[in-house]
């Protein structure tokens, strides 16, 4: 079984008596330990995607199964702890909290979860140590480079070992060489197992996971594994510089 299932699921808006489908009747499986990128240009429905995906918007119609857990009849607080437990977000510009310490920052999650604050401290730092941070366990993020700064973003989102980690434009606040360290760091983590979903609107960068689905007009235009297709197993990390 998938650990995410969408079946026939849309998202539809009405605004001024139009109907707008953000999303138009989408079936897709995520397996485990999968690392693929949803990829689309601006308005074409790949964010509207991710939040439904994320258990942060709920579809107009369809079904939604994570983690073998129906997600359209879940109540308020179980949508919460899914959230919190089984589902990791990283975005374009970190939302790190500027008052709080890398380390505190990572604990976050875990805050919320009720854990003992030793164990808290415990599972922050070696989700440090997984993106080579851990020296800079008690610094503040203006003390950090960008760079730095989304390392501790993915620490959180890996922190409560999560079942799947959306990326959301993860490099589009970076300079291209910072840009691809930190995708060589997703796909390592994809390699160890981990499942990651990477949000992009640039071809470039979604060249990196081995499957790519791309969203225009709210349907599914493309949906390509490169290991069938025949593309080789290491990718080429190529992030471009930003203007």
């Not at 979860?113 to 808290?120: F, I, P």
Request: charged content about 25%; aromatic content about 4%; proline content about 5%.
């Amino acid at each position: 079984m998938a650990l995410v299932e969408l079946r026939n699921v849309s998202k539809i808006y009405h605004l001024g008596g139009e109907e707008i489908r953000a999303l138009d009747d989408i079936s897709l499986d995520i397996d485990g330990g999968e690392f693929i990128s949803i990829i689309g240009p601006s308005g074409s429905g790949k964010s509207t995607l991710m939040h439904i995906l994320g258990c942060l918007d709920s579809p107009s119609k369809g079904t939604i199964r994570l983690d073998d857990t129906m997600i359209e009849k879940a109540s308020q607080r179980e949508l919460a702890r899914i959230r919190n437990q089984k589902i990791g977000f990283v975005f374009q510009f970190f939302n790190l909290l500027p008052k709080l310490s890398v380390l505190q920052n990572v604990e976050l999650p875990m805050v919320y979860s009720g854990v003992s604050s030793r164990e808290r401290r415990d599972r922050a730092l070696e989700a440090l140590k997984l993106v080579e941070l851990e020296n800079r366990a008690k610094h503040r993020p203006m003390q950090l480079s960008g760079g730095q700064q989304q390392r501790t973003a993915i620490a959180r989102a890996l922190v409560n070992s999560p079942k799947i980690v959306f990326a959301d434009e993860p490099t589009g606040n970076l300079d291209s060489h910072t840009g691809e360290a930190i995708l060589q760091l997703f796909y390592k983590l994809s390699q160890e197992g981990r499942t990651i979903a990477l949000v992009t609107h640039d071809p470039e960068i979604a060249a990196v996971t081995p499957r790519r689905i791309e969203i225009r007009d709210g349907k599914i235009a493309r949906n390509v594994d490169a290991k069938l297709a025949g593309a080789g197993s290491t990718p080429k990390f190529s992030v471009p510089t930003q203007n």
